[in-house]
């Protein structure tokens, strides 16, 4: 099944389109609940310290979602992450689209792509993607793999999270042979050629970016 997760970053780098899929299943994080809402949607599920909520909008979430988690307290996680755990314990996700992960605290976006590295995440990485208004985000374990272009995106990067083995790319505008990088970087800047792009890698985790201007 899949699954669209909405966060309480900011609404101005979300796409607006995802209001009009009020028929998908939608998990609200915190004051990203109290958004789908507003807008006439009734997450399956509702989860955080919502402290940015007041205590009306708060007993709105809990009446009018099916599953309502509050976790009033801080501890090892952030609330997307909570989500996330819970989201992949409890449903038979097989995509999971992530919004409002991306916006202007620096610490939030990193913790973002950075939750991604854990073990426990390691067998769901390939089934997240983190979409905002200017890009789409996506993660991969080692093998051949083949990326279809978003016909909004202009841009494709290629951007080792870990050290990565054997990182070939064959058929982009800018193709690499296989290649080893010790360290993260940003491959960007490339483009599709054609309406898929495939690449390859041995060891590692690769996160790759669709974006525009």
């Known amino acids: 099944m899949k699954v669209n997760v909405l966060t309480g ?3 101005a780098c979300v796409p607006q389109t995802i209001f009009e899929q009020k028929d998908e299943r ?3 994080v915190d004051y990203g609940a109290v958004e789908l809402i507003n807008h006439g949607i009734d997450p399956i599920l509702a989860i955080g310290d919502f402290d940015t909520a007041t205590a009306a909008e708060r007993l709105q979430v809990k009446s009018q979602s099916h599953q309502f988690v509050y976790r009033p307290l801080k501890d090892d996680i952030t609330d997307t992450e909570l989500a996330l755990r819970y989201l992949f314990a409890h449903y038979p996700i097989d995509q999971l ?3 409002g992960a991306t916006g202007a605290r620096m610490d939030q976006l990193l913790a973002n792509l950075f939750f991604i590295l854990k073990p426990e995440y390691r067998e769901q990485v390939e089934r997240i993607t983190i979409i905002d208004r200017w890009n ?3 993660f ?3 093998g ?3 990326l279809k272009r978003n016909p909004q ?3 494709l990067a290629f951007i080792p999270l870990t050290a990565v083995e054997g990182l070939v790319l064959p058929n982009e505008k800018y193709q690499l042979q296989r290649t080893d990088f010790d360290f993260p970087v940003a491959l960007s800047s490339n483009e599709f050629v054609d309406e898929k792009a495939t690449f390859s890698f041995e060891q590692g985790i690769l996160m790759t970016v669709q974006s525009c201007d």
């Open 9 to 11: 970053g900011p609404l």
């Open 97 to 99: 689209n992530l919004y």
């Open 153 to 155: 995106m202009k841009y």
């Open 140 to 142: 991969f374990k080692p």
């Open 136 to 138: 789409e985000i996506r």
């Open 26 to 28: 939608w998990c609200g």
């Open 144 to 146: 051949c793999h083949q």
